[in-house]
């Protein structure tokens, strides 16, 4: 890709409305010089039979099997609602 200027930096640094001394840009234009250099490197790698993956680790669900299960009732669910009405809690109206 090619190296990175000082005026990319500072017209980046400008699209993001950052003030940046001229120190801080000498630092990000060999921080992003840097960057893009070990990409290129990286883009070097042979990866034809290298299969395209979301994540490095073969993640598995943990989590548990959804199966039925008792649970408290209704009764108890409204035993200690400040209002209820035809089994159901009642809330104040939040429509006019």
Known sequence: MGEISKEQVKHVANLARLA???????????????????????????????????HVLDLKNVMRKDEPKEWITKEEALKNAPDQKDGQFRVPSILE
């Open 20 to 54: 940046l001394t001229d120190e801080e840009v000498e630092t990000f234009t060999k921080q992003l010089g840097d960057i893009i250099n070990y990409a290129d490197l990286i883009n070097e790698l042979d990866t034809d039979n290298v299969e395209p993956t979301t």
